[in-house]
């Protein structure tokens, strides 16, 4: 018997709940609402207690008490953004955007062939998604990691088939090897790859990084194929500003430059990474939906 | 949907904000407004105003917090505790029962929240009617709830009245007629 699967943190039930939520709270008591939920996920002990590593890492020399009530701001947010997500898909109401690296944004528009978009779990990268793809003409593949529970997985494929723009489509990174040719073929078409550079899922090929101070593991794909198909990765992050306002914020390009040392070709990339991601993660650690470590060993 | 794109003065589009009250504010607003171009996307849902969901929430929630404190006679912070937990009953019970039962009468296929958003503040109206018999304090805030609709009722009729120009000057900023 598998019936109380859906009430666990990743069952199809929350994804009910979230839907029937949004379309029938009014908008005028959302928040308080959405306060009251995120404080009940501070029951997700292993969500909370990968949120409060984190932040022990992010904010060096940060109480664990403080860390605790840290952990409730980042439900909150999570809460409104995938509240933002679920309403775009059902009402189709849009937030409203402003944008950090415009010059960067456009730059990314214009390539001639494809490009990466490497980005992190933070703000609603759905959300930016669609609105890139409807913005643009380009078609971008958008590859995400599938949702643990089936149930809740058919749910999601189900309302993604149901909502997604025509330029838009969403690969998952289970299936490695075959992804990866996939991709290669995409970029070489000129379209534009996503993908979420900032947690690694069973079965992915990982590089060794240093974040926050901390060792880290960081997906090696975006990096291989930029390496393969020549193209830049730009980094970009939707960064939530308040109630149904998101900032997007484009980074510079990032060349994996073909040398004779391919392993240090990668590291200077990774280490560029990095930093945009520190620099991004730092002052928006409230908006970092990473429920997991990202680090095996505890912030020193 | 729509959008506006490269003017930050679109943010007082009438039609961005939902209470008649912020339309016509928003409107004189407007009116005074430079375009200022700026690196924005804005969208234009009725719902859409911080300002204005912040207020309303804010109203809504002392509201509910006084008329829970007259009614069972609780302190103050567990009637703030319970107005929340109210508003999650009402908001399920109207999902679950009222705005089906609506729809199936009148076909009308109303968003769910739409109800509930009727439902909610009616049962405030009542409770802040039943806060005006009170001798205490109360009956001001009671006093004050009505007032606040009752001028939001004369707003939309002015809203109403100028629904021509608001239009006017909604298209020139690239919004949609307000009411839409």
């Known amino acids: 018997m598998t019936w109380f699967r859906r009430f666990l943190p990743h069952g199809v039930f929350w994804r009910h709940l979230l839907r029937f939520g949004v379309l029938n709270t009014p908008l005028w008591v959302e928040g308080p609402i959405m306060a009251c939920w995120a404080a009940l996920f501070l029951f997700w002990r292993s969500g909370r207690r990968g949120v409060m590593r984190n932040l022990s890492a992010i904010i060096p020399g940060s109480w664990p008490v403080t860390n605790f009530f840290r952990t409730w701001r980042v439900m909150y947010n999570f809460a409104w953004t995938i509240a933002d997500n679920v309403r775009f898909k059902e009402l189709r109401v849009t937030p409203d955007w402003e944008f950090a690296g415009r010059e960067q944004f456009e730059r990314l528009q214009s390539e001639s062939g494809g490009a990466i978009i490497l980005t992190a779990h933070m703000g609603s990268y759905d959300l930016g998604a669609q609105l890139f793809a409807e913005s643009s003409r380009r078609q971008i593949v958008m590859v995400r990691a599938p949702e643990v529970d089936p149930q809740t997985r058919q749910y999601e494929q189900e309302q993604q088939g149901r909502t997604r723009a025509e330029s838009l489509k969403v690969d998952f990174s289970t299936r490695a090897s075959d992804l990866a040719l996939d991709l290669l073929d995409a970029v070489r078409r000129g379209e534009l790859v996503a993908i979420q550079g900032d947690r690694v899922t069973p079965g992915i090929s990982t590089v060794a990084a240093t974040l926050f101070g901390q060792p880290a593991r960081l997906p090696s794909g975006p990096f291989a194929l930029a390496l393969a198909a020549r193209v830049p990765i730009y980094p970009l992050f939707i960064v939530r500003r308040g109630r149904r306002r998101y900032r997007l914020v484009v980074g510079k390009p990032i060349e994996v430059v073909r040398t004779r040392d391919r392993a240090e070709s990668f590291n200077r990339a990774v280490g560029e990474w990095t930093r945009e991601l520190e620099s991004v993660i730092r002052p928006s650690w409230f908006q970092w939906f990473a429920f997991e470590p990202f680090s095996p060993e505890p912030a020193r | ?180």
């Open chain 2, 1 to 180: 949907m729509k959008m506006v794109q490269g003017n930050a003065a679109a943010r007082w589009l009438p039609s961005r904000h939902n209470f008649a009250l912020f339309r016509l504010l928003a409107y004189l607003r407007l009116r005074a407004a430079r375009p200022t171009p700026s690196a924005v996307i804005l969208g234009v849902d009725r719902h859409q105003s911080n300002t204005e969901t912040w207020l309303v929430t804010a109203w809504v929630v002392a509201m509910g917090t006084i008329i829970i404190n007259t009614v069972l006679a609780v302190p103050l912070v567990l009637s703030f505790v319970l107005a929340i937990f109210a508003f999650q009953v009402a908001l399920i019970a109207s999902g679950l029962t009222l705005a089906p039962l609506w729809n199936a009468v009148t076909r009308l296929e109303t968003p769910g929240f739409k109800v509930s958003s009727f439902a909610i503040m009616a049962l405030l109206a009542a409770g802040a009617a039943y806060c005006t018999t009170s001798p205490t304090w109360v009956r001001f805030a009671g006093w004050q709830f009505l007032a606040m609709l009752a001028l939001n009722a004369v707003a939309a009729v002015i809203v109403f009245l100028l629904r021509g120009p608001i239009a006017q000057l909604e298209a020139t900023v690239g919004g949609v007629p307000s009411g839409a």
